[in-house]
């Protein structure tokens, strides 16, 4: 994956940013969102493209458009670097393939610990019980 080829991929909108920054907010278009759409994407292959897409499936629009926003600094530029490094980070997480997890099999020694560990406590479960004769 080239990072300076899916640069030019994103799409960055800027718009007013509530928060602290008194009158300045106000004046400033501060806040940027990020737009990528994944699947008009040439750099990640279609293998890769889908699994980003499943991956993110939450993160999507309905167009299957990415749209990540920061507005925590007061700085445009500052906000720009912040939400493409989150982007990238994002990217790396859903196309990190997970290793599959192999079943394996409980030990006989486990499992027959476990077994005389209950006799043990049904047994003194059994030995603090009133003796009571119906006779």
Known sequence: MDNESLKKELTYRTSRSGGAGGQHVNKVESK???IWDIQASQVLNEDERTR???KLANRLNGEGVLQMEASSERS????KEIVTERFFNLLRQALKIEKKRVA????KSQILDRLD???KQSQKKQNRR???NFD
């Open 32 to 34: 940027v969102t990020l």
């Open 52 to 54: 980003v897409s499943h």
């Open 76 to 79: 445009q530029v500052k906000n």
């Open 104 to 107: 394996t099999k409980v030990p």
């Open 117 to 119: 560990r209950k006799k």
């Open 130 to 132: 009133k003796n009571i």
